[in-house]
């Protein structure tokens, strides 16, 4: 039988995880929806467009992370830690198991919640005639980006979680502002000097923003196609590297 991966001996993990934790899970997605209906009907109260793809980005970047940070979480636990890794059961079998509900399901279960939600709001809400249901595929809108992001981070968080033994979501969500925040305000200065103009805080490898007081304008310097494709490239190979390396530290812990 192979050490590595067994499709059978997967299914049986995968079988026996959803089992163990169906209760929590279901919960939990019953906890999630309702804050979710609570903010998008708050957010939307007033509105005179109804708020799909701010809420929807917030909402998946604030769920899926917190979310992914607890997916192992059973290496916290001494008497779970020994259960968990005496388990007949490959690395890559658990970290598979961990990333598959981490990562697809995740995004398939809180979109399709998502739409539901949006859906309803959208019937018997005040809307105008020409509102319509977002489209998180559109080329046009660039939601897609949304998901780039996500995937970078879910990379990171469940590194993180592997990582450390307790306290996962806080101390990964410090390690990143630690390292993130001089890459910001570096990339800052760097702009800055280049267009010779004061920005508004962009992020690295974004575009850029600022006001002309002479001219009274705001300028908004948006990605061409081409650069948002190796960008796009670059963060989520990025990701698989984080991925592999997350992989790797959960393969040393079984060691």
Do not use: C
């Not at 899970?25 to 109260?45: H, K, Q």
């Not at 997916?71 to 007949?88: C, D, H, M, S, V």
């Amino acid at each position: 039988m192979n050490q590595t991966f067994n499709l059978k001996r997967f299914g049986m993990l995968f079988t026996k995880h959803t089992v163990e934790n169906m209760r929590s899970y279901g919960m939990s997605v019953v906890v999630f929806f309702g804050i979710l209906t609570v903010g998008t009907m708050i957010a939307n109260y007033h509105s005179a467009q109804p708020h799909q793809v701010q809420w929807y980005m917030i909402f998946l970047i604030a769920a899926g992370t917190i979310f992914t940070s607890t997916i192992f979480a059973n290496l916290g636990e001494k008497r779970k830690t020994i259960a968990a890794l005496t388990l007949p059961a490959s690395s890559l079998e658990k970290f598979l198991v961990g990333w598959i509900y981490s990562y697809i399901l995740f995004l398939v279960i809180y979109t399709g919640l998502y739409y539901l939600l949006m859906i309803a709001v959208l019937k018997f809400g005040h809307w105008p005639p020409d509102a319509k249901l977002m489209n998180v595929f559109d080329p046009e809108s660039k939601i897609y980006f949304i998901f780039v992001a996500f995937t970078i981070l879910h990379a990171i968080v469940i590194y993180g979680a592997i990582a450390f033994k307790k306290m996962h979501f806080i101390k990964t969500a410090f390690a990143l502002f630690v390292i993130g925040l001089p890459i910001w305000l570096l990339n800052n200065q760097i702009v800055e000097a280049m267009i010779g103009r004061d920005i508004n805080g962009n992020p690295p490898f974004f575009g850029a923003s600022f006001m002309d007081k002479a001219a009274g304008r705001y300028y908004n310097v948006d990605l061409s196609y081409d650069y948002s494709k190796w960008l796009i490239t670059l963060f989520l190979t990025l990701s698989v590297i984080i991925w592999v390396a997350a992989y790797f530290k959960l393969k040393e812990k079984q060691v």
